[in-house]
Nanobody
C-alpha cells in the first residue's frame, strides 16, 4: 500500500508561481512512475504531467508545456510540480498519483494510488 499526500495549493493571482508537493509513504518501491492530474468543477480528471522512476522521462499536457515542471526526489519520497505563469484556467483540484508502470501513463485508470488533492485557484 502506498499513501500519497499533496500540499502547496492555495489562491494565487494570474501570472504567479506555485509549487505543489506530493509526499509518498508506505511501500513506495512498488510505485515506479508518478503523475499529477487535475479536475475542475464539472470537468473530467485530466493528466497534467508525469515522471518515470529515475526522472529521466517526463510527459506534459500541451497546455502546461513550458510553464510547469515536474520533478521527484526519491531519497525523500517526494514529487513536485513547479507551476509558473499560472492562468485562471489552471484552477482545479490537483491530485498526485502513483503507478506500477515504468513509463508515466496519461489515463487515470493506469494509476493504482491517489492522494486526496490540493486546491489551486488562480484569480484573474
Amino acid at each position: 500500500q502506498v499513501e500519497l499526500v499533496e500540499s502547496g495549493g492555495r489562491l494565487v493571482q494570474s501570472g504567479d508561481s506555485l509549487r505543489l508537493s506530493c509526499a509518498a509513504s508506505g511501500r513506495t518501491t512498488s510505485s515506479v512512475s508518478m503523475a499529477w492530474f487535475r479536475q475542475a468543477p464539472g470537468k473530467e480528471r485530466e493528466f497534467v504531467a508525469g515522471i518515470a522512476w529515475g526522472g529521466a522521462r517526463t510527459d506534459y499536457l500541451d497546455s502546461v508545456k513550458g510553464r510547469f515542471v515536474i520533478s521527484r526526489d526519491n531519497t525523500k519520497g517526494t514529487m513536485y510540480l513547479q507551476m509558473n505563469s499560472l492562468k485562471p484556467e489552471d484552477t482545479a483540484l490537483y491530485y498526485c498519483a502513483a503507478s506500477q508502470y515504468v513509463v508515466p501513463a496519461r489515463a487515470p485508470y493506469d494509476y493504482n494510488y491517489w492522494g486526496q488533492g490540493t486546491q489551486v485557484t488562480v484569480s484573474s
